[in-house]
């Protein structure tokens, strides 16, 4: 046991002075592509709906739960991944998501659903949490010079994952069954898979030699996770990153209805295949914008970036409730530019943060502003589909079902753009000492 928490410990993950600092990217990657599966799980809706008798809701509480506990995981866990190093949380991620997997993969066989949602909701949610913040301080560190396009390239996995997952998971239901033997079997593939694949990164992951370390760290602010919060700053940013998400998971959730729905009464209304189609544009739009917004960033600047998110993509949504049943090929550009922004500020964030507080605890910084998500992932939905509800009870159709919900989210858009202006540098008071920049 001893040389295991040796290896895991930060100290062995030293990089030697000769280290390639590419190799730390693909480190982050293989653990964000394996947690990105998270947004596939609806491949396991149907099946599991028919082999445990579920109704929609049960099916979508190892989600849910899966979600809070990234939000939760992340915030209180971050303290703990700076201290311990990337190794330690990639090893405690890896850990997490199969074993939830695998006590899913018992639940689903033995018929105990509440297994799958402790599985996957609670046990594989710590791993989504811990292992979405494991490689953020490290790749900042090691690109001072670009944070943003190394951040965006590991969170632009967690984006893609699903892009993997999704056809590999609903080709094995296939392979298998779709009972509750086939979705056991399923889920245990699942969980030795990613186990294997996340093992890349334990493997790979370097800190740098600590002289570049204590380089980079002297020549910005640092301001630790505790003293961080006690800043309008911090405050600020989580408002920002709140309703950036709450625009885009809006429409990410509900986005096979609503273009059907915006269509339905014109000439020529949108078939559930097209529609399918357009959900997949999306996930790219997402993942795209979070490599090409995020690098952008580190030419143009963290403020005037989240000026793009936050001010243009007001005025996107304000064409889509003018004129968003006018033309599809106008929806289709302006709910993946709303996508791609989505995407762009979760990758950027990581970026912002370090530029206004160092990278001294950036992580724990990180999974801190991370409970933002956990709001904005009920919040988002929840506007969109209530009041598309509403509007039906009252018997609207069409684009009237979700013209209300356009202007809340420009509404909420513009107060973040206030937010982001509202921004200034870090007061000394909160810095820390610069011997504590370098007592690492």
């Known amino acids: ?238 408002v920002v990153l709140c309703f950036n998400v709450t625009a885009g998971i809006g429409i990410l959730e509900k986005a096979s209805p609503m273009i059907r729905d915006f269509f339905a009464e014109t000439s020529t209304p949108v078939a559930a295949g097209a529609a399918a189609g357009f959900v997949a544009l999306l996930s790219l739009a997402n993942m795209a914008g979070r490599i090409t917004w995020s690098s952008t960033s580190d030419l143009v600047g963290r403020k005037n970036i989240y000026r793009l998110y936050l001010g243009v993509g007001a005025l996107t949504y304000l064409v889509l409730a003018l004129a968003g049943n006018e033309s599809k090929v106008l929806f289709v550009l302006c709910a993946m530019l709303i996508l791609s922004f989505y995407g762009g500020g979760f990758a950027t964030i990581p970026a912002y943060l370090k530029d206004l507080f160092g990278t001294y605890q950036v992580g724990a910084i990180h999974g801190r502003l991370l409970t933002a998500w956990s709001l904005a992932g009920v919040l988002g939905p929840l506007i969109v589909n209530a009041i598309a509800d509403s509007q039906k009870a009252a018997g609207k159709t069409g684009p009237d079902l979700y013209t209300t919900s356009l202007y809340i989210m420009i509404a909420l858009l513009a107060a973040g753009f206030v937010a982001n202006e509202l921004v200034r540098p870090v007061a000394a008071k909160h810095h820390e000492p610069e011997l504590a920049e370098v007592a690492r």
Not at 27 to 38: C, D, F, K, N
Not at 48 to 76: K, N, R, W
Not at 150 to 169: D, H, K, R, Y
Request: proline share 6%.
């Open 1 to 238: 046991m001893g040389s295991r928490v040796g290896f895991l410990d930060r100290s062995r993950t030293v990089a030697p002075p000769d280290w390639n600092r590419w190799l730390v990217p693909p480190a982050a990657l293989s653990v964000h592509l394996a947690i990105g599966q998270a947004y596939a799980w609806s491949v396991f809706k149907p099946p599991l709906e028919g082999a445990l008798d579920l109704s929609g809701t049960q099916s979508a509480l190892p989600f849910q739960l899966g979600i809070v506990m990234l939000g939760l995981s992340a915030a209180f866990g971050g303290t703990l991944v700076e201290r311990n190093g990337p190794r330690w949380a990639m090893f405690v991620s890896a850990t997490c998501f199969s074993s939830g997997f695998l006590i899913s993969a018992l639940g689903a066989w033995t018929q105990q659903y509440w297994l799958v949602v402790l599985g996957y909701g609670f046990v594989g949610g710590v791993g989504l949490g811990i292992g979405y913040i494991s490689p953020v301080s490290t790749l900042i560190k090691w690109f001072p010079d670009r944070p943003g396009m190394a951040t965006g390239i590991a969170i632009m996995g967690f984006g893609g994952g699903a892009l993997i997952a999704s056809p590999w998971s609903a080709q094995m239901l296939e392979s298998f069954g779709k009972d509750h033997s086939g979705i056991a079997q399923t889920f245990l593939v699942h969980g030795v898979v990613y186990a294997v694949f996340m093992s890349v990164g334990v493997l790979l992951i370097r800190v740098p030699p600590t002289v570049v370390e204590q380089r980079v760290t002297r020549s910005v602010v640092n301001v630790s996770a505790r003293n961080a919060l006690r800043t309008p700053q911090f405050w600020c940013l989580w």
